[in-house]
């Protein structure tokens, strides 16, 4: 546990350092990662507009999370090891009311049980997999939340 513990507070660190460009949604990123969502869409044989009928489940910095907002998904679950992205998710959620399919909540997706009553028709996790202190415990809990 100690371990896990020291590995989540130097990613946090890490990350806090390296993506408060993420962290703040600068324009310029967002537009970059629009772009690439769209085309992992596409991938998917989706469209855009297919998303206001998805639940969707993010990982990350929550520059994501807030694209599935801004391009109309249902709902949007985003997780985080990190309160930077929690907060300012949430900060939205509270201060907005156009914000509210969009949540956030500080979660360590390898330990700590997931629980999503309505259950997940999508999940984006670009670059965050690798990061799961054990990928296989992490995804195995996703994927017990997954629709069919």
């Known amino acids: 546990m100690q371990e896990n513990n020291l590995y989540r507070e130097r990613m946090k660190a890490t990350y806090q350092k390296i993506y408060q460009d993420r962290y703040d949604f600068h324009p310029k990123l967002i537009e970059y990662e629009k772009k690439k969502i769209a085309k992992n869409i596409k991938e998917m044989s989706l469209e855009i507009s297919d998303l206001k ?5 993010n990982m990350g910095t929550g520059i994501e999370s807030f694209i599935f907002h801004e391009l109309g998904a249902k709902k949007i679950y985003h997780y985080d090891i990190s309160d930077i992205p929690v907060n300012n998710l949430n900060r939205l959620n509270k201060t907005d009311p156009k914000y509210h399919n969009l949540h956030s ?12 009553s309505e259950g997940i028709d999508l999940v984006y996790l670009a ?12 995804l195995d809990n996703i994927f017990l939340n997954l629709n069919k």
């Open 53 to 57: 009928n998805l639940t969707i489940l």
């Open 105 to 116: 909540k500080k979660l360590d997706m390898v330990e700590d049980a997931l629980f999503i």
């Open 127 to 138: 670059g965050v997999v690798h990061h799961f202190s054990d990928p296989k415990k992490g």
